[in-house]
């Protein structure tokens, strides 16, 4: 049954607290936590850095940081412009990491994920509708025509889903990229989250890519620097949580109760000798076929995710134009 076990979750953390609650180190994995007190916002990193941890992971070599912010999902314009900030600096970072020379000029494709007509996959195309692009601009009239941040070229794609254009969103970036020759591409993408305090209260940031759909078993072909030939920055807020998951955590409290009642203190003894994986896969057996493969979202999300695209393209306008000049604004 263990062996079957598989966490419906795109966040690299979640994973590797999986393997901490069973009590199992994972080697090649390396995990940072640190918590900026004042902006309340909790900073997660996880490094995967050999194959083998990359397999037992179930995710590629590379850097995985988290912003955790708990109050990222309330309509507080102030804390929404601080997870801004702090989300622009983070990405300026891995940037430098793949610009070797601005003077001439550092071109940036963004993807949008997702399909618009759903609204907890529509995270990526509503970035994108917030974005300033400035490709068509400096190429009509010079990169300085932009400003300060002309050195980063901004050009922008929504590419639907398969189900719309028959094609995979890699074969359409794939064309771009040949066409346009950026030097980064930056996908932003909605998650599914393992835990249900996660929702809409966390950002991932990966330098390894995407693999579009793995959190909800939808794969798809993977947008990656081995596929696409340059560096690929990945952004994602989960949205969706497994059904499965919920009546686990349900389960889990259910255990607690049954802890400290005299009569079924018993069967809670029982329950509570099975680890995480045996639970899960539990509750799986139980609620299929109805529930299982079901993935559910908050019921405000459509203002929720419009919000968080708006901070998340915010803060990438901030890093494209430079933050000086947007905090002016």
């Known amino acids: 049954?263990?062996?079957?076990?598989?966490?419906?979750?795109?966040?690299?953390?979640?994973?590797?607290?999986?393997?901490?609650?069973?009590?199992?180190?994972?080697?090649?994995?390396?995990?940072?936590?640190?918590?900026?007190?004042?902006?309340?916002?909790?900073?997660?990193?996880?490094?995967?850095?050999?194959?083998?941890?990359?397999?037992a992971m179930g995710k590629p070599v590379g850097t995985y940081l988290t912003l955790e912010a708990p109050n990222m999902a309330a309509a507080d314009e102030g804390y929404h412009r601080e997870i801004s900030e702090t989300l622009a600096d983070f990405l300026e970072k891995y940037m430098k990491d793949t610009e070797e020379n601005q003077e001439k000029g550092y071109s940036v494709l963004v993807v949008g994920l997702g399909n618009r007509e759903v609204t907890p996959d529509a995270l990526g195309p509503y970035v994108v509708d917030q974005l300033n692009v400035t490709r068509h601009i400096v190429q009509e009239y010079g990169r300085y025509a932009v400003g300060k941040g002309g050195s980063r070229i901004v050009s922008a794609i929504v590419?639907?889903?398969?189900?719309?254009?028959?094609?995979?969103?890699?074969?359409?970036?794939?064309?771009?990229?040949?066409?346009?020759?950026?030097?980064?591409?930056?996908?932003?993408?909605?998650?599914?989250?393992?835990?249900?305090?996660?929702?809409?209260?966390?950002?991932?940031?990966?330098?390894?890519?995407i693999y579009p759909g793995a959190g909800v078993g939808n794969h798809r072909s993977e947008i990656t620097k081995d596929t696409m030939g340059i560096p690929v920055i990945a952004i994602g807020v989960p949205t969706v949580v497994d059904a499965a998951t919920i009546v686990n955590d349900t389960m889990e409290n259910f255990i607690m109760a049954l802890e400290t009642s005299e009569t079924l203190k018993g069967v809670g003894v029982v329950l509570q000798?099975?680890?995480?994986?045996?639970?899960?896969?539990?509750?799986?057996?139980?609620?299929?076929?109805?529930?299982?493969?079901?993935?559910?979202?908050?019921?405000?999300?459509?203002?929720?995710?419009?919000?968080?695209?708006?901070?998340?393209?915010?803060?990438?306008?901030?890093?494209?134009?430079?933050?000086?000049?947007?905090m002016q604004s």
Request: aromatic share 4%; glycine share 6%.
């Open 273 to 326: 000798g099975y680890n995480s994986a045996e639970k899960y896969e539990l509750v799986k057996e139980l609620i299929a076929p109805h529930l299982n493969g079901m993935f559910v979202t908050p019921k405000d999300i459509d203002d929720t995710v419009r919000r968080i695209s708006y901070t998340i393209s915010e803060a990438m306008n901030m890093l494209f134009a430079g933050k000086e000049k947007i």
């Open 159 to 209: 590419p639907g889903v398969m189900a719309q254009t028959g094609m995979e969103s890699a074969e359409i970036i794939r064309g771009i990229v040949n066409e346009t020759t950026p030097d980064l591409i930056m996908v932003i993408d909605a998650l599914a989250a393992r835990s249900t305090k996660r929702l809409n209260r966390t950002i991932q940031i990966s330098d390894a890519g």
């Open 1 to 55: 049954m263990v062996e079957k076990y598989k966490i419906r979750t795109d966040l690299a953390m979640e994973q590797k607290e999986r393997f901490e609650s069973d009590h199992v180190e994972v080697s090649g994995v390396v995990l940072e936590e640190e918590y900026d007190e004042e902006k309340e916002i909790k900073i997660t990193t996880v490094r995967i850095e050999t194959e083998n941890g990359a397999k």
